[in-house]
């Protein structure tokens, strides 16, 4: 291992360590809530099971309007609300609040697209056979647009760790504040080179399991 690796090796731990946390809440939040709310935007569409074109136009207003910030102003704008459900705008802690946002409108966006990908007949066949909503959509619409919601969320996931990069500017650390902070900022392009393979490396693992397990499920 490199001198300069084993001289940071804390510090590295603690940023990858970081960075973990704010990508495995914006997963959380993407699966608890992008996922609900991804459905209802696809259920409240004309012609579709919920059809509600307030409900649609509302949801779909609202996520257009979070996936238009750029991050960078979200995570400023959003301080005052993060202070107030966190208690504080600084840390790693602070910095899940706008991921999670982020990631709720992101993933939300593509889980709408991955079901209108759905035959419209596969909709028709469960409701001959006597479905529910609550049945169609789990037992019909997320079976078969199950590959493309996991590489939906594969997607999100290299997003949210490309958002998590620039969360030093709240203090949220992570990888990416430690490549600017130790690497660029204090010359050391070495140490910064390193950080950048860190994040190719971890992009690339997502990717392929991402893409394995999405290959795996496709049973058409």
């Given at each position: 291992?490199?001198?300069?690796?084993?001289?940071?090796?804390g510090?590295?731990?603690?940023?990858?360590?970081?960075?973990?946390?704010m990508?495995?809440?914006?997963?959380?939040?993407?699966?608890?809530?992008?996922?609900?709310?991804?459905?209802?935007?696809?259920?409240?569409?004309?012609?579709?099971?919920?059809?509600?074109?307030?409900?649609?136009?509302g949801?779909?207003?609202?996520?257009?309007?979070?996936?238009?910030?750029?991050?960078?102003?979200?995570?400023v704008?959003l301080?005052?609300?993060?202070?107030?459900?966190i208690?504080?705008?600084?840390?790693?802690?602070?910095?899940?609040?706008?991921?999670a946002?982020i990631?709720?409108?992101?993933?939300s966006?593509l889980?709408?697209?991955?079901?209108?990908?759905?035959?419209?007949?596969?909709?028709?066949?469960?409701?001959?056979?006597?479905?529910?909503?609550r049945?169609?959509?789990?037992?019909?619409?997320?079976?078969?647009?199950?590959?493309?919601?996991?590489?939906?969320?594969?997607?999100?996931?290299v997003?949210?760790?490309?958002y998590?990069?620039?969360?030093?500017v709240?203090?949220?650390?992570g990888?990416?504040?430690?490549?600017?902070r130790?690497?660029?900022q204090q010359?050391?392009?070495?140490l910064?080179m390193?950080?950048?393979?860190?994040?190719?490396?971890?992009?690339?693992?997502?990717?392929f399991?991402?893409?394995?397990?999405?290959?795996?499920?496709?049973?058409?």
């Amino acid at each position: 291992m490199p001198d300069i690796l084993i001289e940071y090796a804390g510090e590295i731990r603690l940023a990858i360590g970081q960075t973990f946390v704010m990508v495995g809440v914006s997963i959380l939040a993407a699966v608890l809530i992008g996922l609900p709310v991804g459905t209802l935007l696809f259920l409240s569409r004309k012609n579709q099971l919920l059809e509600n074109r307030f409900l649609f136009s509302g949801l779909n207003l609202l996520v257009n309007t979070v996936r238009s910030f750029p991050f960078l102003l979200l995570v400023v704008f959003l301080i005052p609300f993060t202070r107030l459900i966190i208690g504080t705008a600084i840390g790693t802690a602070a910095a899940t609040v706008p991921l999670a946002i982020i990631a709720i409108a992101h993933y939300s966006r593509l889980v709408e697209q991955s079901l209108l990908d759905v035959p419209k007949g596969v909709i028709e066949a469960a409701i001959s056979m006597g479905a529910s909503t609550r049945e169609v959509v789990v037992k019909f619409l997320f079976v078969e647009a199950r590959s493309g919601l996991v590489l939906g969320l594969t997607t999100s996931i290299v997003s949210f760790i490309s958002y998590s990069t620039i969360m030093g500017v709240v203090g949220g650390g992570g990888i990416g504040d430690f490549a600017v902070r130790y690497g660029y900022q204090q010359f050391q392009t070495e140490l910064m080179m390193y950080m950048i393979l860190i994040m190719v490396i971890l992009v690339q693992l997502i990717q392929f399991i991402g893409t394995t397990v999405a290959r795996l499920i496709d049973k058409r």
